[in-house]
Antibody
């Protein structure tokens, strides 16, 4: 069974930093690209970042570019999101999601339960 | 950036009724459109990919159609567990991947 478990969320002051982790199991992690997607309280889904299987391609939403860094450690089956210079508007539940293969149209097909990041003074 | 516009924002229906949700793209996404279901406190769940293909384990009452800029998710007969928020999603022209703003299907 595919499992994705995020951790590292919490309350942080504006301008602070936080590092999220996503532990993957139940599938061959190094054969899948991964996404970070966030959801502000009571709002819709917003794509944050994409990282390819071997980390050679990484993309970011304009709203986080230059402040967030996505990385992965395939040996540890883990995905990371380093968030710097946090703003109030970064408050959200952050999900890691597996980018599916041809059998799911390369859509994010498995999601973690999310970790809440609250940016507030 | 491709903008996905969902309508209606809220759909009030009774169990057993048919639900028809719309997603319109600001430019063509071919057939590269997916639908997700999200219940309160839960992560999104992939329902439909490539506009009309049901994901593994998704009941047959869910169907998707459309191509280009206009897409529809249909729930043929609503079950109690289907009351949720539904999002459309594209990764045809990315980055960025984009989501619609969601349609809430609520009990009438």
């Amino acid at each position: 069974e595919v499992q994705l478990v995020e951790s590292g969320g919490g309350l942080i002051h504006p301008g602070g930093s936080l590092r999220l982790s996503c532990a993957a199991s139940g599938f061959t992690f190094n054969t899948y690209s991964m996404n970070w997607v966030r959801q502000a309280p009571g709002k819709g889904l917003e794509w944050v970042s994409y990282i390819s299987r071997n980390s050679d391609t990484i993309y970011y939403a304009d709203s986080v570019k230059g402040r967030f860094t996505t990385s992965r450690d395939n040996a540890k089956n883990s995905l990371y999101l380093q968030m710097n210079t946090l703003r109030d508007e970064d408050t959200a539940v952050y999900y890691c999601a597996r980018v599916g293969d041809d059998w799911s149209g390369y859509s994010p097909d498995s999601w973690g339960q999310g970790t809440l990041v609250t940016v507030s003074s | 950036e491709i903008v996905l516009t969902q309508s209606p924002a809220t759909l009030s229906l009774s169990p057993g009724e048919r639900a028809t949700l719309s997603c319109r793209a600001s430019q063509s996404v071919g057939s590269y459109l997916a639908w997700y279901q999200q219940k309160p406190g839960q992560a999104p769940r992939l329902l439909i990919y490539d506009a009309s293909n049901r994901a593994t384990g998704v009941p047959a009452r869910f169907s998707g159609s459309g191509s280009g800029t206009d897409f529809t998710l249909t729930i043929s007969s609503l079950e109690s567990e289907d009351f949720a928020v539904y999002y459309c999603h594209q990764r045809f022209n990315w980055p960025p991947e984009t989501f619609g703003q969601g349609t809430k299907v609520e009990v009438k």
